[in-house]
């Protein structure tokens, strides 16, 4: 079974930390790169961060230095995670997981909010 499984956000103040996870089963997310999106309110999806199966990232210039992705690879599951330090407002969003170039199948996601 495809499915895309986002979990760890919450309310969290600025300058603090949250580490999101994703679950995501299926054989189609058990090979090639993975990544991070988030959608603001009234904004597009963007890309926050990636990481290829030979475990090389890449991040969003908004996000380098204060975001860090892993991953862990089972047959036919990916777990992804997405470290996030010194949470400004700006990161305010709802966070998905997905392959990279994402596929057109979406998880429920993750709401992130930084707020004092």
């Known amino acids: 079974q495809v499915q895309l499984v986002e979990s760890g956000g919450g309310l969290v103040q600025p300058g603090g930390s949250l580490r999101l996870s994703c679950a995501a089963s299926?054989?189609?997310?058990?090979?090639?790169?993975m990544a991070w999106y988030r959608q603001a309110p009234g904004k597009q999806r963007e890309l926050v961060a990636s990481i290829s199966s030979g475990r090389s990232t890449n991040f969003a210039d908004s996000v380098k230095g204060r975001f860090t992705i892993s991953r862990d690879n089972a047959k036919n599951t990916v777990s992804l995670y997405l470290q996030m330090n010194s949470l400004k407002p700006e990161d305010t969003a709802v966070y998905y997981c997905?392959?990279?170039?994402?596929?057109?199948?979406w998880g429920q996601g993750t709401q992130v909010t930084v707020s004092s």
């Open positions: 997905n392959k990279h170039p994402a596929t057109s199948r």
């Open positions: 299926g054989f189609i997310f058990s090979i090639g790169a």
